[in-house]
């Protein structure tokens, strides 16, 4: 069993504000995230699949493979964009780096069988950095 | 005559689009850039001095200083902020790295003295990452 | 569940030198650790919690809590300091990375509910690295 | 119990192309890794050791006896290489990424013991990255 | 007047050998990037540009126009391959960091005029490092 | 001509304190860095050197040579080391980075000739970083 991560980058915007909370608390809480005009971040998303060697091939996962289904499923949607605006989970959810993952997380899981439709590689890990000092992780099989 | 190069870092959003050219024209230009609802990066910002050393502290520049001048003329204004709405200078010029650059310099420039007093040291380059794969660097005897 | 890493920075002097050991044996264990006057790291340490969202909120741990903690019961004590002379816990026990990863995981074990009061988020993993090529992980579960 | 890693660097040449396989199918398979000449990488290889902590010496792992492991069974045979032509196991397995992981692994395995000839510490992990956005890791516990 | 730096990355193995010197001169001289078979590395290129501000655009170098410049006559050429083999100038040149950021600079000094055709930006600065150790340097100016 | 940079590390421990200061004065002027007992750093050193490509060799420097020289002049005298007792000049200045470039520099240019006898390559310029955030540098024609 081998775990095969591969990063990918890119860069959004976003803001922090509850829906549900006043201005004085989504300020407290949030801080300078919460400033209104929002700010953004290069963020950094590492894709991590598990599975056995192909033998054949020599590969536990195939690399084009993964990044066809990450680029089609969540760099179109997210690079170069304003979360809160343009990805529809956010309209409800705050854009905070867990829902992010976890965002992240469903759509590589829903998708996965068009990209690795046997029994291996699985996904394993999506982890993401905001910044190289904030780091957020979820394991596939905790993503509902 | 040493170099003393200090680094910040600030999370802002921001949207490339000329106003005198039309959609077509900013969306070639710009590509990704020009999305209409913008999107973020985390700069890195790297301030550098010029000066000889002070035999008496072994310094060439007060790094507590420089540290109080860039965190109150660019850091405060710029940190979690979009730049387009947020920050004077952008309401006219497109923020590009290169006018970013600019704008930080100028400020620094302007308000150098404040924290530098005397002849030494002098402020000498600006350098601004958007990305670890985009560095736009502006010497400060070439700011206007 | 998620988990949150957050890296904190510090800079500190240390020498390795067991007082069991005579000092052949010790130069032969510690090797240029060992020389008698000291010497100093850029420490890089990696704290992770671990807990589910709250979906009020979308984070699993409140980052200014987390910061908070680490800075009162780690930074303020170990940030610029001569880890032998400084540390009470270093009198005893030599200041190896891990020694250093245990003290650090007591101290955040032991203050942890004045920060998170609630069942989550857990302290999950403590990660020090000494160099870019060193790196010492204790989880959390296994510090006593 | 701690996890206590090393970072090793080695830079290689290797070729990626499949006997089994006729031209067009590695090709499609590898891509520009099956480029007839081979390529080359800077690849960082983490090799983590598992074990408690000897109060006597405040380590996990003697890093000197990891270091000399890794350098007579890894770096010697490895750094400064043509993979596919110098390295015994690449003349019938693909010099993947996984294969490479794989057959470091057996090598740290079967050696262990002239290193660390106790219970403790033992191999956990070994990790390798091709570049920055390709890391491979497999268990040791996984290694056959 | 800004510097624009924008950065590459390619692969590409190669082997260390002057033709006119006999076998043992060539170990002496270049070690083990003298072995046989040849090794690689993951190579970073950093192109500078220079040039004034363009204030239409807020540029002052089209970051698509260096990209395809650098991608067609460098990376398409150099990414994944043989330096020695599939590149003509190190038939006769050893293809040390210096000659290959060297050859580099020529093909963008050449071609620049395809991608750049007014009086700026210019061609400033080619550095290419070998591993994160070596940096070489050459100005654009001192490319004959 | 090309501009060859290579890059050393070294772990030390040092303190900033002026001793033609008093205390208060000290601390206002050093902050952190002037605590009794000392700290450390993980210093990263880029030595640059400068001269015409060698068309036999493709080098514009030997790499070997810089190493043997910094390696005997710098890093064995400073690296796990004590800089304010252990290295002399610092007995009487203040060891800063400033201070601990000049040292360096200076101590470079004045073996120079034994590991470069020719007229080139020559020694160009010396950084230092103490941190990611702070870097110095010389000319080696600004060195006395």
């Not at 890119?10 to 809480?29: C, G, I, M, T």
């Not at 005009?37 to 894709?47: A, I, K, Q, R, T």
Request: glycine share 6%; with cysteine.
């Amino acid at each position: 069993m081998f775990r095969v991560t591969r990063r990918y980058r890119f860069s959004a915007s976003h803001r922090l504000h509850a829906p549900e909370l006043d201005d004085a608390q989504n300020q407290r809480l949030y801080g300078k995230c919460n400033h209104p005009f929002g700010h953004g971040h290069n963020y950094v998303l590492d894709v991590s699949a598990r599975g056995p060697l192909d033998p054949a091939t020599g590969r536990a996962a195939d690399p084009e493979a993964l990044d066809a289904l990450v680029g089609r499923h969540v760099l179109a949607a997210f690079d170069h964009r304003n979360l809160n605006v343009e990805i529809p989970a956010f309209a409800s959810a705050v854009p905070t780096s867990e829902n992010l993952a976890l965002e992240i997380g469903r759509r590589l899981k829903d998708n996965w069988n068009t990209a690795f439709p046997g029994e291996w590689p699985r996904l394993d890990t999506v982890r993401i950095a905001e910044t190289g000092k904030n780091i957020f992780e979820i394991r596939a099989d905790e993503i509902e």
